[in-house]
């Protein structure tokens, strides 16, 4: 008597099924990774906009600008305005401090006065963006706020 050695009909479909069902709950957690790339790219600027906001301050100290309400550093990338040594919410201050002008990638919004948001969607949100929020002094000695930088990624 032949003994054949195989899987029958009904083993297979349940591994077909098994793999299936594997496969559509699985498959969303490795399919969204354009979420997490537009995540990383917004902490990846924030890290920029920090970079550019410690060497502007730290060239202002040196020229001795940093007490100053408006004033120019030059860097690298060229002229970047200043305001208490700490580059100002625009296209001339951390705009051009941390290179993120000029790439296409980025929708800005300066709503208001003083910061400036970027977001790495076509359309500008405020739940996937960085921003950054120029110093401000007051008073006779001046007291300095210093710039900050502060991030939103739930709606990335």
Same mark, same amino acid.
């Given at each position: 008597?032949? =003994? #054949? ?5 009904? %083993? ?7 793999? !299936?069902?594997?496969?559509? /709950?699985?498959?969303? #957690? ?6 997490? $790339?537009?995540? $990383?790219?917004?902490? !990846?600027? =924030?890290?920029?906009? =920090?970079?550019?906001? #410690?060497?502007? *301050? $730290?060239? $202002?100290?040196?020229? @001795?600008?940093?007490? %100053?309400? /408006?004033?120019?550093? =030059?860097? %690298?990338? @060229?002229?970047?305005?200043?305001? *208490? ?18 790439? @296409? ?9 003083? #910061? ?11 739940? +996937?963006? &960085?921003? *950054?929020?120029?110093? /401000?002094?007051? @008073? ?10 502060? &991030?939103?990624?739930?709606? +990335?």
């Amino acid at each position: 008597m032949n =003994q #054949q050695k195989g899987f029958t009909l009904i %083993e297979l479909i349940i591994v077909i099924v098994v793999l !299936g069902i594997l496969a559509v /709950t699985a498959a969303p #957690q490795f399919i969204n990774f354009s979420s997490d $790339a537009r995540t $990383a790219t917004v902490k !990846g600027a =924030q890290a920029s906009i =920090q970079g550019a906001m #410690q060497l502007s *301050y $730290a060239k $202002a100290l040196i020229d @001795g600008t940093d007490k %100053e309400p /408006t004033a120019n550093v =030059q860097t %690298e990338r @060229g002229q970047v305005t200043i305001a *208490y040594g700490y580059p100002t919410a625009d296209a001339a201050g951390i705009t051009l401090a941390a290179g993120l002008g000029g790439t @296409g990638e980025w929708t800005t919004d300066t709503a208001t006065s003083g #910061q400036i948001s970027y977001s790495p969607l076509d359309t500008f949100a405020a739940d +996937c963006a &960085v921003t *950054y929020v120029a110093a /401000t002094g007051t @008073g006779s000695p001046v007291d300095i706020t210093p710039a900050s930088v502060s &991030v939103v990624t739930t709606g +990335c």
